[in-house]
């Protein structure tokens, strides 16, 4: 069982920046594939970012290419994802999420993770 709190969240203005947080409770994050999602009001849960279990691959969707950041520190269980230039579309509840990595491309589905955090409340003002 992995447990994931997600921290980080906050108000910004259009074009400013704020790095998210995910810690994650067990020993299992080291062999653990990673993703970042986010859920804006009346719309479906979508990929924004995943990473490898050795942070040596990530994925981003189109979206946040160029803006966003995904990293990940093994000796501390924590995810990061860092995100500039944020736009008021970016502005959703975000969540982390969890599974074990078998190899391959990096899961950018909803259904390809196990564990997910409670959401931490990103919002972009223009």
């Known amino acids: 069982q992995v447990q994931l709190v997600e921290s980080g969240g906050g108000l910004v203005q259009a074009g400013g920046s704020l790095r998210l947080s995910c810690a994650a409770s067990?020993?299992?994050?080291?062999?653990?594939?990673m993703g970042w999602f986010r859920q804006a009001p009346g719309k479906e849960r979508e990929f924004v970012a995943g990473?490898?279990?050795?942070?040596?691959?990530?994925d981003y969707a189109n979206s946040v290419k160029g803006r966003f950041t995904t990293s990940r520190d093994n000796a501390k269980n924590t995810l990061y994802l860092q995100m500039n230039s944020l736009k008021p579309e970016d502005t959703a509840v975000y969540y982390c999420?969890?599974?074990?990595?078998?190899?391959?491309?990096?899961?950018?589905?909803?259904?390809?993770?196990?564990?997910w955090g409670q959401g931490t409340q990103v919002t972009v003002s223009s």
């Open positions: 067990a020993r299992t994050f080291r062999s653990s594939m």
């Open positions: 990473i490898n279990w050795s942070g040596g691959t990530t």
């Open positions: 999420a969890a599974r074990y990595d078998l190899g391959g491309t990096i899961g950018t589905l909803v259904s390809h993770y196990d564990y």
